[in-house]
């Protein structure tokens, strides 16, 4: 028996995360230069001045390790966020917090929950993990056509083997979010044995009434994990630095399995200095908004339909020539995101770029439609 074939089964049968395409890549295959890449959800204005300073800076000694307990960015997170420092597990990007909180719950035998077309990460996790994974069908929720979650069905699938709920609120790839009084609800009538991880990544850019800010729940549910990151409006994702919130007795666990180091000195750096810059996350907001509204007219006036949004994204329903259209845009040095391996091979996710990207894009569907 080879060594592949000794690996766990589990391991064995997991797909790779499959990232959007790098410029650099691009560019090189097809000889050209100023591609554009509206493929991963970036922030198109780049990172804050004062976390670049910060990280010119933090350069001096990268012969040192970094400060494994990360205390600098967590009391900056403190003061910004009103917690505690025992409520803060510092990733290696959100990403790392969501496989730890599957390390410290699942395992063969048991089970986690989460919606059909959520992020695939949650899916990787439980599989590694060897614990079953139970997908609720999607459904309308908040006026948005079917592909949000349905809390009834979550919580129709919950049983003893549960241990782990994800949620993306929004959710990627779709944009769909969650009312406060819906989702709250929701939390409060599942077993506190089970954690509920409320993902957050898209949080600072959702400006609605009913958009609730979980964190301010957490004195009510020990069972909470709350996880955001650095990588989307903060404009680090180069960086790999995201958090989790939750109970110091849940955060105890987590630190546990965390890998020692997991931030290094230039990501903890960077973070903490972009907490700092209020003025760039408004201005990243403003550019948001504007963004997402600019495309939502330009397919609505050519009856093309999407998946209505609320993070930095638009995912766009382009029927049986979807592959085609992906390719004729990378033609044309434009790279956008194929959703197909989240079983929607009829959409592409767009993600919102400044105006002279956007200008880019439509040209260039122009052209290909």
């Known amino acids: 028996m080879s060594i ?14 499959s990232p959007g395409k790098p410029i650099e890549e691009l560019e090189r295959e097809l000889g050209i230069n100023n591609a554009i890449k509206l493929a991963s ?25 970094p400060d494994a307990n990360a205390y600098y960015l967590k009391q900056k997170l403190c003061q910004k966020l009103g917690i505690g420092d025992n409520q803060i597990t510092i990733g290696n990007g959100s990403n790392d917090v969501l496989d730890l909180v599957a390390r ?7 089970e986690a929950i989460f919606s059909q077309y959520a992020f695939m990460v949650y899916a990787m996790v439980t599989q590694a993990c060897g614990a079953t994974a139970r997908v609720a069908p999607a459904s309308a929720n908040n006026g948005d056509s079917s592909y949000g979650h349905d809390l009834d069905a979550m919580a129709d699938l919950i049983n003893d083997r549960t241990r782990v709920i994800f949620i993306a609120n929004p959710n990627n790839p779709t944009g769909t979010w969650l009312r406060g009084d ?47 990151t650095f990588s989307k409006i903060y404009g680090l994702a180069g960086l790999r630095v995201g958090y989790s919130v939750s109970s110091p007795e849940l955060c105890e666990l987590f ?64 029927g049986d020539n979807s592959s085609q259209v992906y390719q004729d845009l990378l033609q044309r040095g434009v790279i956008v995101r ?3 391996n989240y079983d929607m091979p009829e959409f592409l996710r767009i993600s919102v770029g400044t105006e002279d990207q956007l200008q880019q894009l439509y040209r260039s569907l122009g052209e290909i439609l």
């Open 255 to 318: 630190n546990r399995v965390r890998q020692p180091f997991n931030g290094n000195s230039l990501a903890l750096a960077a973070a903490q200095a972009a907490l700092d810059d209020d003025e760039f996350v408004e201005r990243s907001r403003q550019c948001n908004s504007q963004g997402l509204l600019s495309m939502q007219h330009w397919f609505d006036r050519r009856g093309i339909e999407y998946i209505p949004s609320v993070g930095n994204f638009l995912t766009v329903r382009f």
């Open 338 to 340: 194929p959703v197909a």
């Open 4 to 17: 592949i074939d000794s690996a766990l089964v589990q391991i064995r049968q997991l797909h790779p995360y």
């Open 182 to 228: 819906d989702l709250r609800a929701f939390i409060e009538a599942v077993p506190e044995s089970i954690a509920v991880v409320v993902d957050e990544a898209y949080f600072e850019y959702v400006d609605l009434a009913q958009y609730p800010d979980t964190l301010q729940w957490l004195d009510r549910f020990d069972n909470l994990v709350v996880t955001r």
């Open 104 to 110: 410290s719950f699942l395992d063969a035998g048991t």
């Open 41 to 65: 959800n970036e922030n198109p204005l780049g990172c804050s001045p004062l976390a670049r300073a910060a990280l010119e800076k933090a350069g001096e000694h990268n012969e040192l390790y």
